[in-house]
T-cell receptor, first 114, second 111 residues
């Protein structure tokens, strides 16, 4: 298993500002992912966070809007830039160990943009 | 879209009854995972079933997989109020690293 923490757990932000979400894992993991869950919806993958290189973004998501860092095997950040009310969502960090199939999720960050 | 579909979208039953949720997907998978989410919090991993498996059990949970029909079901027996949550299936497609989620089933257990 993996114990994942996210900071902040929730935030209320003003339109046009940016927020950086941190994800910390208690063990070294191969794969780290960032998901978005809009109100009442399912989860959508934003990007795969790659250690030491640029993240791999899914269709509809771009680096300028969602810059991601992953400096090592246990830590990643997701920034939501130039926020609008449409960015109000839960953002979840997810990890998978090398050679493992099970994917674990953090507690999520609930973001409200006014 | 590769996203799976779940049904029903919402299910309300009495405590003690069994709850069955279904998930369908579109292409060949490596595995299928079921998760629970309470009140918009993080996802709790329930069970993983691989493409070469047909059934798995974990406590009061039973998961089946029918690759010929591209479908899976999650059965919760003897439901409890604490089982009230949203349940999601997620598939790992062959040749891909990511999980693709279904729309989820919102389960309510009435005392």
């Amino acid at each position: 298993s993996a114990v994942i923490s996210q900071k902040p757990s929730r935030d209320i932000c003003q339109r046009g500002t940016s927020l950086t979400i941190q994800c910390q894992v208690d063990s070294q993991v191969t794969m780290m992912f960032w998901y978005r869950q809009q109100p009442g919806q399912s989860l959508t993958l934003i990007a795969t966070a790659n250690q030491g290189s640029e993240a791999t973004y899914e269709s509809g998501f771009v680096i300028d809007k969602f810059p991601i860092s992953r400096p090592n095997l246990t830590f990643s950040t997701l920034t939501v830039s130039n926020m609008s009310p449409e960015d109000s969502s839960i953002y979840l960090c997810s990890v998978r160990h090398r050679g493992g199939d099970t994917q674990y999720f953090g507690p999520g960050t609930r973001l409200t943009v006014l | 879209s590769q996203q799976g579909e779940e049904d029903p979208q919402a299910l309300s039953i009495q405590e003690g009854e069994n709850a069955t949720m279904n998930c369908s997907y579109k292409t060949s998978i490596n595995n299928l995972q079921w998760y629970r989410q309470n009140s918009g919090r993080g996802l709790v991993h329930l069970i993983l079933i691989r493409s070469n498996e047909r059934e798995k059990h974990s406590g009061r949970l039973r998961v089946t997989l029918d690759t010929s029909k591209k479908s899976s079901s999650l059965l919760i027996t003897a439901s409890r109020a604490a089982d009230t949550a949203s349940y999601f299936c997620a598939t790992s497609y062959q040749g891909a690293q990511k999980l693709v989620f279904g729309q989820g089933t919102r389960l309510t257990i009435n005392p």
